[in-house]
């Protein structure tokens, strides 16, 4: 199957969308390099790709689309994951439910090798990445194969009955 965008792929969900993200960096961002100078204005404000995410985030949730997102990361965090939860309100504020664990309390659990969506329990979109954690697209697979959607959505509600939910995670 070819592989849709984010927006088609989300538009297309009925009743799920989750999202698990294995990384400690994701690529430059400017705004990360402003956080790190200091600032804790609202970043990416002015940001069109993020707001255009944020809308529709928004969209899918008012259609009664539950959107959760997972975060497994590496501690002492790294300044990415500092700034990915400082940035992650707008997310929560948006309708996305955000769980985070640290990695030494996922070593028993199977994942895949790459961060993913599955949508709906029975499509998935592989996300691959360059070794700078730049987007590697040409390289992204979509696929509905029962055993990839299995292994992929079992980590995931592993990851999330273990995570800690936005709000109460603070990291260090």
Not at 64 to 93: K, L, T
Not at 122 to 140: I, M, N, Q, S, W
Request: net charge negative.
């Amino acid at each position: 199957m070819g592989a849709p965008s984010f927006e088609e792929l989300l538009s297309s969900a009925r009743h799920s969308a989750v999202h698990l993200e294995m990384r400690d960096g994701y690529g430059a961002e400017p705004a990360l390099d402003a956080w790190r100078a200091g600032s804790r204005e609202d970043l990416l404000a002015d940001d069109p790709e993020f707001q255009q995410w944020l809308s529709l985030i928004r969209e899918v949730t008012a259609r009664g689309v539950v959107v959760r997102r997972a975060r497994v990361f590496s501690v002492p965090e790294s300044d990415y994951i500092r700034w990915e939860h400082f940035i992650s309100d707008a997310n929560v504020e948006a309708g996305e439910q955000i769980r985070w664990l640290p990695r030494p309390q996922a070593t028993d659990i199977a994942f895949p090798g790459n961060d993913f969506w599955v949508i709906d329990s029975v499509k998935v979109l592989v996300l691959h990445h360059t070794g700078d954690g730049e987007p590697a697209p040409e390289y992204r697979e979509f696929t509905d194969n029962p055993r990839i959607v299995d292994l992929c959505s079992s980590s995931f509600e592993a990851v999330w009955d273990r995570g800690v939910p936005h709000s109460e995670y603070k990291p260090s």
